[in-house]
Structures are given as C-alpha cells and as structure tokens.
C-alpha cells in the first residue's frame, strides 16, 4: 500500500453508533506528518459536535456552500449534515438554509412556524416533516432535529434568524393545492366577480389541475401590479417567487411529460438551471448553505455546482459526502404509479473508479476530510445513490472542493428518546 505524503489528520472519535472520522486537511500526498487527537462528541449528546476544523476548510470569502449528500435514505451522513449546518449558523454567520424540495409547502410552513416568535411549540414541526409523502423516513428523522435546533436557536436570535428556502421547481403534489391556494387566498378576494369567467371556462372545457394553474398564473401577470398594491411587501415578495417556481413547474413537467420512463438530460439540466437562479435570487446578502444531493451540488456535467461555480468562482464552496466501501440507503419506488413510494432498504457498493474508493485501496485512506489538489493518481469522481436507488458514478474538473469519505455509511443512528 503507498504512503501519504504530507498528510495531516485529526482523528474525530463519537459513540459507536457513528463511524470514526479522520479530517485530512490535504488531498496532496507526500510524506505521512502528525496526528493531532480531539474528542467529538455525535448530535444527540449534551455536546455538539466540535467541528472547528472546517475553518481551516472553508475560508471566509465563501458566500453559498454546497453541501452534499452521495444518497438522500442514509441517516448516518444526514445526520452528519445537521451538525455541520448547527456549527455553519453558530460560528460561521450562516443565515439561509436552500433545500433540493419544493417551497410551497412543507418548507413555506416550516419557515412559518421558524419565524413565529409567539408559538415556542416544537411538536408542528414533527408534524408538518411527518405527513410529507415526498421524501424518505431517514432524510424525516435527520430533518426533524435539524428543524427543532433551528426553532430554538431563532427564538433566542429574534433579530438574526435562519432562513429555510426550497428551490427545487419539481412540485408534482402540489400542483393541486398551489392552484386552490392561489384562487382562495388571492384571486378570488383580489378579483371577485371577475374570477367567474374562469369558473365558466374550466367547467365547460373540464380543465386539469394544470390547465387551471396556468389559467390563475396568466390572471396573476395580467394583474400583477394591482396585486402588488394589495399586499405587504414581504407578502407579495413570497407570492411573486412561488409564481415564478410554478411557471418552472410547468415548463418542467411539459419537458418531462414526452418521456415517461426517464427523464431526458435536457429536462435535468432545466431543473438545475431553475435551482442556481433561485439561489443567486434569494441568497444574497447572506451566507447560504445548499442542502442537496451530490448530483446537483458537484461541478459539472450543467450542474446546479457548475452554474454556481462559473457565477460565483471561489465563492462557492463545494462539499460533498461519499463512500469507500459499502452505504446502507433507503429508496423509494413509485412504479406502482400513485400514492407515496414503497421504500426499501439496501447494501449498496462503491464503485471502483470513485475517488472515495481509490483512496481507500491506493492509500489506506478512510472516514475523513479531504481537500482538492490535483493528484493524477486519483480520480475526480463521485458515487450517487438516487432517491429510487438507480446508481451511478459523476465526474469532472475539479468536482469538488473538499470531501468526506465514510469507510462505510450506515442507516442507524438512533434518534428516539434523544
């Protein structure tokens, strides 16, 4: 086995229920140097997880982090992601959290009851994650938490609170209650009488849910500035920005619905597109962490990653999650064609090219930290696990800034009587 050249570790030791993690501060290999010990403690302790060597990782200049996950039903690198947020928002002045999840609805009553300084209740917050149908049990049981932290700390930072934001335009369940919202909440008290020619029209035409939402979308533009006058600046800021997801919505699914069985990479890369002008639109002026899987937050291949890096250069920091040898992964399957997905559980390998897995057989390397230097005996490529559990292998220039690499990534972490 070779030898890593100048490699500096620190060792992160945390219950068993967690994998042991080494922090490298350097993807460049020479001569093996020292090896500092520090205790780290896992989430659900009395302590936090003493994360301090990410500002030797991240510099200050970064304005959006990626922050990425190689599956979204492995709760032990979830997990991991919530302590990496808590010690991003406490000391690095993070203050917006983007999601890979649509706004309008889960997250927009999320951040409701985030911003509500008057309901100090946890329990909705369970409540809302739990009926979610969209995502898998183990991304509920690390969001929960996650959520719970976030109450807490913005009830106790009522002039700097954390922001949560979806910007992901795929909807498909919400199309329905977007339309119903729209016409209740705003047409109808907006427009009244007014609102009766649509009635009519769909009636007689027997109009999908589609057709009506984009019938509510042309009566919101033609009346757009009216509408502006009628409602509180940050009302109508949140209304105009859910009316631009559901337009994407619609070019979306028009987009997807010429194939059925797969989704074309066209269809992909307009996804993508849709999530980096979200963040470029609504992360400024704050520090902002993306929340995603590797497949969008990585660098390349017309990425969310790659159109944030050739926008932002350096101000973007790409972070991202892997495995060396095995991932234990919740998946879901939807070809049963409605309702909520059948999810199963599975061993899935890492492939043999991934950078995770050459640094494991060429040096040795597991369970830590990695920064980017060009090393042409290692790859530049990443696993990823899809939320059906099709996987493949990603790659390109400079993929990613850093990289945590587990040996093996389970699905256990236990977070009752916690």
């Known amino acids: 086995m070779k030898q890593f050249p100048k490699i500096w570790l620190k060792r992160l030791f945390a219950k068993a229920t967690l994998p042991v993690l080494i922090l490298c501060t350097n993807f460049s290999f020479s001569q093996s140097g020292k090896i500092v010990k520090d205790i780290y403690e896992p ?32 709760l032990d690198l979830l997990i991991l992601k919530d302590s990496i947020v808590q010690y991003l ?21 999320l951040r409701n009851i985030l911003h509500d300084v008057n309901d100090t209740s946890l329990i909705r917050l369970d409540s809302i994650i739990n009926k979610e149908n969209s995502i898998l049990p183990a991304y509920k049981k690390a969001l929960i938490p996650l959520m719970r932290w976030v109450k807490t700390y913005n009830l106790t930072h009522q ?11 795929i909807a498909d369940a919400n199309i329905d209650m977007f339309y119903r919202y729209i016409l209740y909440k705003y047409a109808i008290p907006i427009s009244g009488e007014n609102i009766e020619s649509l009635y009519n029209k769909w009636y007689i035409n027997n109009s999908s849910e589609l057709d009506r939402l984009n019938d509510l979308i042309t009566w919101y533009d033609d009346n757009k500035t009216f509408v502006k006058r009628k409602l509180p600046k940050d009302e109508f800021s949140l209304l105009d920005y859910h009316i631009s997801i559901q337009k994407n919505v619609l070019m979306f699914e028009g987009k997807r619905k010429n194939n059925q069985k797969s989704v ?15 963040v470029i639109n609504f992360g400024s002026g704050y520090k902002s962490i993306i929340w995603a899987h590797n497949g969008h937050i990585y660098n390349g291949n017309l990425s969310l990653g790659e159109r944030l890096k050739n926008r932002l250069n350096e101000n973007y920091f790409i972070l991202l999650t892997d495995f060396a040898q095995y991932a234990t992964s919740e998946y879901g399957d939807r070809s049963n064609g409605s309702g909520a997905p059948v999810i199963s559980t599975k061993k899935f390998r890492s492939n043999q090219l991934s950078t995770a897995s050459e640094l494991y057989t060429k040096y040795g390397g597991r369970n830590g930290i990695y920064i980017y230097q060009t090393n042409e005996d290692i790859s530049e490529r990443i696993n ?20 945590v690499v587990f040996d093996n990534i389970g699905n256990y972490f236990n977070t009752e009587n916690k």
């Open 43 to 74: 989430l659900y302790s009395n302590n936090t997880w003493n994360l301090k060597a990410l500002d030797s990782i991240i510099p200050d200049s970064v304005s959006v982090l990626g922050l990425g996950e190689v599956s979204h039903g492995s």
């Open 89 to 109: 928002v406490q000391y690095r002045n993070y203050r917006t959290v983007f999601f890979e999840l649509p706004d309008f609805g889960m997250v927009m009553s």
């Open 159 to 169: 002039s700097d609170m954390v922001n949560v934001i979806g910007i992901d335009p």
């Open 264 to 278: 074309p990479p066209s269809t992909l890369f307009y996804r993508d597109s849709v999530m980096a002008d979200n």
């Open 384 to 403: 990823s696990i899809d939320v059906t559990g099709i996987t493949s292998i990603l790659g390109g220039r400079k993929s990613f800034d850093a990289l």
